[in-house]
């Protein structure tokens, strides 16, 4: 019965399907927000992703994606497949946990008694409890994000190592770190956290081959980790696409071959040299040279992944972000450019200027750094071979050093006013002290303290904090505590309100206590995993030099050290037993083994208490019928366009139109993205039912390195006026002046400001000095009778004007999404429908605000000036969606959990009924207003209205009274 | 270098970890991975047309599968051992 192997095997498998069930019981059925439905549609179709990509979480999720019987059931496959790794998650820890006790327990590794093996197992088992029931952990593994992969991973890594550790079989035992090497080559396609276990690897395998370790060898060790993870980040990962890079341009643009044929050419050859290096190193028997080429080459192999990228975005799918289709782009892709640089070490602070030099002719200028050079793709065309044209350097930018500072901490220019906002004081220059007291302050205290200790100690609620006392901070339950941390009342209606009293903190500082206290191994075990905890967790804060007014709360990249603390959490109750063995020697070991552990027990039940009603996903469909509702507020005929602007008003409308086929006569397009020319280029292509922007402007003007933002009614010269003032004469001055003294003159077309004039004669002029706006107020011309068919509301006595008028004063430059949004506009000509969804800005880069009317959760873009609140709605339209097209999210439902973003969208899709009710009773239409609110009364339940904050629920009452209707309580 | 003096022999042996066997499993296991990469080539869409034989039951299910199946064997190439 008390076989060790035997209850430890049953034991681990045992939390894995506890796990299971509880993640299968809580897992979202269909996509849920942020990137997730951007993940899932990379899995299930293969399309490109956001940088840096994940080929190997496609690959596996793909697999999951084909036991759907239906798309809709896609997400709720890759959903469950994170439930299984999160499950197996568990079953690692458990094994980590077991294996670490022990061998505290038994410094021999002789057999234990059944007390000891009790001891080890309750261990385990609550340790292993307590991460299942976390917040963090729990979130990411009911939904399909790369999260839960990622810390399978994590899991697997240090279990493997444990295993090295454990294998009597020592030439055997290398064959576990080669599959470490191959582990972490693939988990770079999954997420680079994994990297982050290597200096806890290193340490243990330090501590096992070195006979007795000493602190300098320690120390040597643990600096030969770091050197380790810095060689592979910023060698391994970048070099190897560069080498790449010198074989595609070798073959393409010298020994005109076609694309590709260099990157598959010199990647066969590094597999090749790598081969025989391996075979050498194993012909002549030398183990450690052996296995550390051996690691090298299946690095390189679980890493080749990233092929999937090359391959899918060379076919151009829907979705191909950054369009990843030779070494160079692969280059950005994985070094994440378009994020922007943040300096680390050395470097600018929010105050920095950009540094100058002054040029042979003394004038001054803007001192760059010259980047990796970039190329252009230049296709075949007959009698020229494909080849890559050098467009450029990547600009470094360099900053005056008087702005500059060592481990800047406040570095961005755009988040000035929130750092100061954050430490509450007006600075001009950080000095040292204001850059640590916001390191510690915000990015340690408030982005990871925060995190972990809701984790362990307990958590206000879910609403997203900015450093306000009422949301989202960590407390206890115990009211002295959290009334001298908040000094607020505490309201626990929040289903996000999880109290701990601290307990899974006290466990696992009892933990961190016992380990220490077991002389050498004890200690050595202890850095081991504070390396992982710390790694996983500060390192990351510390890499990531994170900005304040965060889009969202970012707990879910510091799992892995929650994982960490969960092992001591663990080892607490290894400590418990102890305690109560030593203080209560007339108990037997086995009594006090069976009633430690039942004590501790409750620690991760009483966890679960709190938890499961804020991670229970089940029955929630708000995400998916949210972008169902996007699409079918577009017009069904005429290939409609919409605008969208966000992560949640972007990838679920992409997921519905590229996974479940919803809405493919129509095209989701990201005004932020616009300002990528690969994106535009995109754009200009079909995609599936959707024909390309029919733009005016060639492709050619959307290089990514040309035509960002267009000058707008440039300054030409200045004029000294007799009394001494300078009066600037700017361009659209000069062509009103010239077709004044020229009658009849159409040097820049009959209208100089018309936009096609404008395309034609400036943006498109090949002198590029002269690309520019030359006016500061643009003229759509109107096509009247495209107007007339276009089937868009025209109110009775709205006159169609001949022009659409875009004001630019006080404009300096037109962004490039802004140009893409007017050709569109002039060359769609009102037959092409185009939208803006209400989620999205409408004046942002392109004042339309005047030219919306609201349809659904979309407006349409119209030619006239909609002068009224009345005018802004097409009542006919939204009536019809509302009541037929439109979903609701299984909201009738009262027992759904809605978290912060869930609850955003059921407030616009309320929201709009409650105008569209409104505008109809304004009307006089009470009837079809009554069916409106009846609809709201059906669809909401009242029970989840009432957690949503900021609801109309007032307006909602108010026309329920006017109407007639049933009354929510 | 003091770490490698105070390695015990267990690291430095005369016996190296892999077998011919290993290497043999890891390339055809690799080759399958090469398999599905191909499988999932093809015509792609552009600029005036979009192509739906880039969602082809080949190109996106049977091909990552392929490949899936060799990243997976491969770790077993790793790990694999004659039983005594």
């Known amino acids: 019965m008390w076989n060790y192997q035997r209850i430890n095997f049953i034991g681990g498998w045992l939390l894995f399907a506890i796990a299971a069930i509880v993640y299968g019981m809580t897992v979202e059925p269909s996509i849920s927000f942020w990137d997730c439905p951007e993940f899932i549609t990379s899995a299930a179709r293969l399309e490109v992703g956001h940088p840096p990509g994940a080929p190997f979480f496609m690959l596996l999720g793909n697999l999951f994606s084909q036991f759907a019987s239906d798309a809709s059931l896609i997400p709720l496959w890759i959903n469950r497949m994170n439930a299984l790794l999160s499950a197996g998650c568990i079953l690692l820890l458990f094994r980590s946990i077991t294996y670490l006790t022990r061998k505290l327990i038994l410094k021999n590794n002789e057999s234990p008694t059944p007390a000891q093996i009790i001891t080890i197992m309750a261990s385990g088992v609550v340790g292993a409890l307590s991460y299942t029931f976390s917040d963090t952990f729990w979130y990411s593994a009911v939904e399909g994000e790369v999260y839960a992969f990622s810390s399978f991973l994590t899991a697997l890594a240090f279990w493997i190592i444990l295993k090295w550790d454990n294998e009597k079989n020592r030439a055997f035992a290398n064959r576990w770190l080669v599959l470490l090497a191959y582990l972490i080559g693939l988990s770079i396609g999954v997420h680079l956290l994994n990297l982050l276990c290597i200096p806890a690897i290193v340490m243990v395998v330090y501590f096992k081959i070195s006979q007795r370790s000493t602190l300098k060898g320690t120390l040597v060790a643990l600096g030969g980790s770091f050197l380790l993870i810095a060689c592979v980040l910023y060698l391994l990962i970048p070099g190897i696409v560069k080498i790449l890079g010198y074989g595609e341009l070798l073959m393409v643009n010298h020994f005109k071959f076609p694309f590709h044929t260099g990157t598959i050419l010199s990647f066969l050859l590094i597999l090749l040299l790598l081969s025989g290096v391996v075979w050498f190193t194993h012909r002549s028997g030398n183990n450690v040279a052996n296995s550390i080429v051996v690691s090298l080459l299946v690095f390189v192999l679980g890493y080749s992944s990233y092929a999937l990228i090359l391959i899918r975005a060379s076919a151009d799918t829907p979705m191909s972000q950054q369009a990843v289709k030779d070494p160079f782009t692969l280059r950005d892709y994985l070094g994440r450019e378009q994020y922007g640089q943040t300096p680390l070490i050395y470097g600018k602070t929010f105050a920095a200027t950009p540094a100058m030099k002054q040029n042979k002719d003394g004038s001054w200028s803007y001192d760059y750094g010259k980047g990796a050079a970039e190329y252009q793709r230049i296709e075949a065309t007959p009698g020229q071979s494909d080849q890559y044209v050098q467009s450029g350097y990547k600009i470094i930018e360099k900053f005056d050093p008087a702005g500059c500072m060592w481990f800047p901490r406040m570095h961005s220019k755009l988040h000035a006013g929130t750092y100061q906002a954050w430490l509450g004081k007006k600075i001009e220059q950080p000095s040292l002290k204001d850059n640590l007291r916001f390191f510690f302050g915000y990015q340690l205290n408030f982005m990871y303290w925060r995190y972990f200790l809701w984790n362990f100690a307990g958590r206000q609620n879910d609403v997203q904090s900015h450093g306000e006392k009422e949301n989202g901070n960590w407390l206890t339950g115990i009211s002295v505590i959290d009334h001298y941390l908040l000094g607020i009342p505490i309201n626990g209606a929040n289903k996000g309100h999880n109290l701990f009293y601290g307990l899974p903190l006290l466990l696992g500082l009892i933990g961190l206590g016992w380990q220490w206290k077991k002389q050498q191994p004890g200690k050595q075990q202890f850095l081991i995993l504070f390396l992982l905890f710390f790694m996983t967790g500060i390192a990351i804060v510390i890499y990531l030099n994170q900005t304040p007014l965060q889009p969202r709360e970012r707990d879910y990249a510091y799992a892995g050290s929650f994982y960490a603390f969960t092992i001591w959490i663990g080892m607490g109750v290894a400590g418990i037993i102890e305690k109560i063995q030593q203080l209560k020697p007339s108990l037997s070991l086995l009594t006090g083994a069976i009633g430690g552990g039942l004590l501790a027990l409750g620690i991760p039940l009483q966890m679960v208490s709190q938890t499961w009603d804020d991670h229970d996903r089940s029955d929630r469909y708000i995400c998916r019928d949210t972008a169902y509702n996007y699409l079918n507020s577009l017009q069904k005929e005429g290939n409609p366009i919409i605008f969208v602007n966000g992560d949640n008003d972007t990838f679920p409308l992409w997921y519905a139109i590229e996974v479940e086929g919803v809405r493919k006569d129509a095209r989701a397009c990201n005004l932020m993205y616009l300002t990528g020319g690969w994106y535009v280029a995109q754009m200009m292509q079909p995609a599936h039912e959707s024909p390309g922007f029919p733009l005016s402007l060639p492709r050619s003007f959307f290089l990514d390195d040309k035509n960002y933002a267009i000058p707008v009614n440039p300054v030409i010269k200045q004029e000294y006026l007799p009394n001494g003032s300078v009066k600037e004469v700017r361009l659209k001055d000069l062509i009103l002046d010239f077709y004044k003294r020229n009658p009849g003159t159409t040097r820049y077309g009959v209208d100089p400001f018309e936009w096609d004039n404008i395309v034609k004669y400036w943006l498109c002029n090949p002198d590029e000095s002269l690309r520019c706006i030359p006016t500061d107020e643009i003229h759509l011309q109107i096509d009247p009778v495209a107007v007339a068919n276009s089937g868009m509301q025209l109110p009775e006595d709205t006159k169609i004007p001949e022009y659409m008028r875009f004001d630019l004063k006080g404009e300096r430059y037109l962004s490039r999404p802004a140009i893409v949004q007017l050709d569109l506009i002039k060359q769609c000509n009102w037959s092409r429908p185009l939208y803006v969804a209400i989620t999205a800005p409408s004046d942002e880069y392109l004042d339309l605000s005047n030219h919306l009317v609201m349809e659904g959760l979309a407006s349409r873009i119209v030619p006239y000036v909609v002068n009224s609140a009345e005018a802004a709605i097409d009542t006919e339209r939204l009536y019809e969606h509302a009541m037929h097209d439109f979903r609701y999210g299984n909201l009738k439902d009262s027992s759904l959990y809605l978290d912060d973003t869930n609850k955003g969208a059921v407030r616009t899709l309320h929201n709009t009924l409650l105008v569209l009710a409104n505008n109809l009773y304004q009307k006089g239409d009470t009837v079809r207003a009554r069916e409106i609110m009846n609809k709201c009364n059906e669809e909401f339940s009242p029970v989840v209205l009432n957690q949503i904050p900021y609801l109309n629920l007032k307006q909602q009452q108010q026309l329920c009274r006017l109407l007639g209707t049933a009354q929510i309580r | ?84």
């Open chain 2, 1 to 84: 270098m003091p770490i490698i003096r105070n390695c015990s022999n267990s690291m430095i042996m005369q016996k190296t970890a892999f077998t011919k066997t290993n290497y043999i499993l890891i390339a055809f296991s690799y080759l399958w991975v090469i398999i599905g990469f191909l499988l999932m080539t093809g015509s792609g869409s552009n600029e005036t047309e979009f192509n739906a034989e880039i969602f082809s039951i080949r190109r996106v299910c049977i091909a990552p599968a392929i490949t899936l199946m060799g990243f997976l064997l491969l770790a077993g190439g790793i790990l694999w051992r004659r039983k005594k």
